[in-house]
Structure formats: C-alpha cells, structure tokens
C-alpha cells in the first residue's frame, strides 16, 4: 500500500496592528528597552485593541488569508483545529468559533492546549488525520491573544509575550515530503513554574482571585529558562542523530521564540549558522502558539521543494519537542 503523508501546501499569519513597545512597557514597570533587548531580545510587540475581540478573531484573518493563498473553498475543509491557551471562551472550543465564522459546515473542529508546543502537538495531531487516508484538508491554526492574560504591572512577564496567530493547510502526498517524524514531551511537574492560578475548575473566578491578580500568567522565567535551554536543544539533537542528520542537512531550524538566548542555545547545540534560523522574536516577542506559523508565513517565499526542516519547541506545561518535516512547495 502507498503510504500517505501530511504536508503542509499553503501557510498563512495575522498580527494585529497595534505596536507595543519597550519605551511604553517601561512607562509602566522598572524596566528597560536596554534590559529586555538584551535579556530576551524583544524591542516590540503587537497587541490586538478594540473591544469584542479574541483569538477567533486573528484566527478569522489567518484563515481567509490561507483560504485565498491555496484557493481553499470552506466547504471542501474536513477538520479544523485550533491551539490556543486564550480562546474566545472556556467553552465552547474557538475552533469551533472560527469555522463557523469562516462558513465550514462540513467539518469537526476542537482545540489543543499545549501552550507554546501547541503548533508541534497539533501539527502531530492533523497529520494522522491526514495519513488515515480519510481526511483530505486539515486546516491548523495557532494562536493566543496573549495580552487578556497579561498583568503589565508585573515586569517579570509583560515584556515577554505579544498577539498573533497563523494557519497551515495540510493533505495528503504520496511523496516523501511532508512530516517525516515527530519526538513530543510533557512533564505536568513543571506546571509550578508556568501556570495561571485561577479560573479553572480548581479555583473558579471570584473577587477575591480577581483582587490577588490570579488570572494573569505566573512565570518562574529562571526555572523555565534552564528547562527549555536543555529539553528544546536536547530534543532537536536527537532528532538529528535519529536521522543521521548534520547540520549540513537541514536547511531550516524553525525554534518557538520564547527569548533569543534559548534560540542561540539550541542553533549552536545543532551548529546552525545564523543565516538557517528562523527568528522574529524582535518584532512581535513571544506569541505563545503562534510564533512556528508566524515564522513559516514569513519565510515561506525562500523555502523550496525538498527543504528540511526541523522545527523546535519548549512551554507551560512543562511541553516540549521537535518535528522533521520537508517542506512541499516551491515559492508560488
Ligand atoms: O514560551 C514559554 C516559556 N517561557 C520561556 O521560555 C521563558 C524563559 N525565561 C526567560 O526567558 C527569562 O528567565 C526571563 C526573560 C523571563 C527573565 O530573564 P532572566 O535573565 O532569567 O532574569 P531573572 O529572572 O534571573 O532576573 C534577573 C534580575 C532580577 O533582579 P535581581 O534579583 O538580580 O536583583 C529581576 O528582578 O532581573 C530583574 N528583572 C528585570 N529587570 C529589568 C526581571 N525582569 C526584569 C525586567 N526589567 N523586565
């Protein structure tokens, strides 16, 4: 029997268009644009304004700009999934949201919650849809509007984290291109150094919560640095030598950017040259699910049939790991 593969044939990104910069972080928190650039690599970030809005929203734009690059109708799609960690609502999933604003009513749609592995965990998700031999088009977003959860008092995370959200398409190909492999890791442990407090089941919304600022993000960054320096640069290694792939090899390194000092770590643990990584931390800082579309939307125009790619995560959770994909498509 021909084995199927998920390859992704059309890649689409939203930011919105609200600039947050350093100088304004610092009109509010002891910090400055000298500290975070050099301590994350951030100068701004976009923040989604106006009332009434949420992830649907970008996940909306990200959608229709995908459907018009690969000429998808929404009635041909037959799964769509959405990662985000700040959808619309608790329930039902935004997923569910966006098709049905997007008009797709011939499809099943549900949410993953892996924080910033979302895209590896949901990309792994689609694609055995996809290899099933019965789903023909996977539509994938990933996104978080980052800044409803965001305390901009608290120095320690507002620098951190920006809005935005892309989408991939995936179908089937019987050449070899596509996902090749996949290494996906959680430890719940690490859950004490990245969370939010309340909100959830264990601590439902009340004044007081409200009051102890416990529906922001809480992050330990020391701890979690040292997590994701070792785990994401330690599991792109070994999908390296599960591979027998040398740096030579690959000509993309796509990392999740979360700070510029866990994307160098991991580039010179692969010994990737400056010119093969993907990095716009600068521009719009930690979209949390969003940043691996984001970066692939960018890039998409120098990426050619045949690429290899390796694509690398690390997030709440704790989350984290490393897909092997060769890009399908030439630049259009
Ligand atoms: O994508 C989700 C996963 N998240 C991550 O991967 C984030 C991982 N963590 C990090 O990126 C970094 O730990 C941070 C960027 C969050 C923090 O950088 P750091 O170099 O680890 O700083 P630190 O937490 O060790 O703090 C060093 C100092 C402290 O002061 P003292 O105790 O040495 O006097 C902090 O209070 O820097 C201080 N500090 C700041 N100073 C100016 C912390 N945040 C700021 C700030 N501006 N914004």
Redesign the pocket.
Known sequence: MTKINAAITGVAGYVPDYILTNDEIAKN????DE??MT??GIKERRILKGEGLGMSDMGVKAVEQLFAKTGTKPEEVDLLICCTITGDMQFPATANIISDKMGIRNAFSFDISA??SGFLFGFATAAKYVQSGMYKKVVLVAGDKMSSIIDYKD??VS??FGDGAGAVLLEPTTEDLGLIDEILHTDGMGRKY?HMKAGGSLKPATHATIDAGEHFVF?D??H??KH?VTEMADVAAKMMEKHNLSHSDIEWLVP?Q??QR?IDAVANRMEMTKEKVMVNIEKYG?T?NGTIPLLLNEWESQLKKGDKLIIAS???GFTWGALYLKWAYDPK
């Open positions: 928190v002891d910090t400055s500290w975070i301590r994350i924080a910033c120095r320690a620098p951190i990245l992050q960054g020391r979690v640095f994701a999740h979360a700070n866990i930690n949390t690390f997030g709440a």
